[in-house]
C-alpha cells in the first residue's frame, strides 16, 4: 500500500461546479498535512495547509480526518482557472519525512 | 524577489557524462531539498540539507551526489547519468523544523538521459 494516496482522475467538471479530492495515507503518526497546486508540470506551489479543525481559504476547504486517516480538499464554484493537478502531501512524522501523493487533476470546462 | 532558481531547465545528455544541476535560493532558508518526478509516482525526495555542510538521503538517493558547501547553494550532481534518471528535478528549500512550513520550489530541470 502506497503511503499517500490520491485518484488520479481526471476529474472533468463544469464551471461552477462543486468538486472534492480525497487523499488516503497509510501512517497514523503522520503530523501535518498539505494541498499543493502544480500546472502542467511546473513547480508546484502550496494551496494550503490541513487543520484538525479544518479551515477555509475562499472557495476553498481543507479537512482532515485522523480517525480515517484521510484528508479532503473541496472547490466550490469551480473557475476555469483552477485547471490543474493537485497534491496531497503527508509529513510522515520525523524531521523532513515529506511524502506527496501523486496528485489529482481537475479539469474545469466551460 | 523570493525565489529557487535552477540550472539548467533543460539537458539532454548522454550516459555515463558527468552533470550538475545547480540550485540556489535567496531566502535564507536552511533547508534545501531535491525531487524527481516521474509520471505516476509523484515527487520523491532524492536528498536532503538541514544546513551547510549537514546532509541525508531521502527515498531514491542511488545515483545522486550532493553538496552543501554555502547556505544558498544545493547542487545535485550526477556522476554517471543513466536513462533510467531521465525525471523532471524540482529543488525546493524551506524554513527548518519538524512541523509543517510550506517548501518553496524552483521551476524544474528536464533532464533526459540518452
Known amino acids: 500500500r502506497k503511503e499517500v494516496e490520491q485518484d488520479p482522475g481526471p476529474f472533468n467538471v463544469p464551471e461552477g461546479a462543486t468538486v472534492a479530492f480525497n487523499c488516503t495515507y497509510s501512517?497514523?503518526?503522520?503530523?501535518?498535512f498539505f494541498w499543493y497546486r502544480q500546472d502542467c508540470r511546473k513547480e508546484p506551489k502550496l494551496l494550503m495547509s490541513?487543520?484538525?479543525s479544518g479551515n477555509e481559504d475562499g472557495r476553498f476547504t481543507a479537512q482532515l480526518n485522523r480517525a480515517s486517516q484521510y484528508i479532503s480538499l473541496l472547490i466550490r464554484d469551480s473557475k476555469l482557472s483552477d485547471s490543474a493537478t493537485y497534491l496531497c502531501?503527508?509529513?510522515?512524522?520525523?524531521?523532513?519525512?515529506?511524502?506527496f501523493g501523486t496528485g489529482t487533476k481537475l479539469q474545469v470546462i466551460p | 524577489e523570493a525565489q529557487v532558481t535552477q540550472n539548467p531547465r533543460y539537458l539532454i545528455t548522454v550516459t555515463g557524462k558527468k552533470l550538475t544541476v545547480t540550485c540556489s535560493q535567496n531566502?535564507?532558508?536552511?533547508?534545501m531539498s531535491w525531487y524527481r518526478q516521474d509520471p505516476g509516482l509523484g515527487l520523491r525526495q532524492i536528498y536532503y540539507?538541514?544546513?551547510?555542510?549537514?546532509?541525508d538521503k531521502g527515498d531514491v538517493p542511488e545515483g545522486y551526489k550532493v553538496s552543501r558547501k554555502e547556505k544558498r547553494n544545493f547542487p545535485l550532481i550526477l556522476e554517471s547519468p543513466s536513462p533510467n534518471q531521465t525525471s523532471l528535478y524540482f529543488c525546493?528549500?524551506?524554513?527548518?523544523?519538524?512541523?509543517?512550513?510550506?517548501?518553496?520550489f524552483g521551476p524544474g530541470t528536464r533532464l533526459t538521459v540518452t
Open positions: 501512517n497514523s503518526a503522520s503530523q501535518s
Open positions: 531566502m535564507n532558508h536552511e533547508y
Open positions: 502531501v503527508v509529513n510522515r512524522g520525523g524531521y523532513q519525512k515529506v511524502t
Open positions: 525546493a528549500s524551506r524554513v527548518p523544523g519538524t512541523g509543517g512550513y510550506e517548501q518553496y
Open positions: 540539507s538541514m544546513n551547510v555542510e549537514v546532509t
Open positions: 490541513v487543520y484538525s
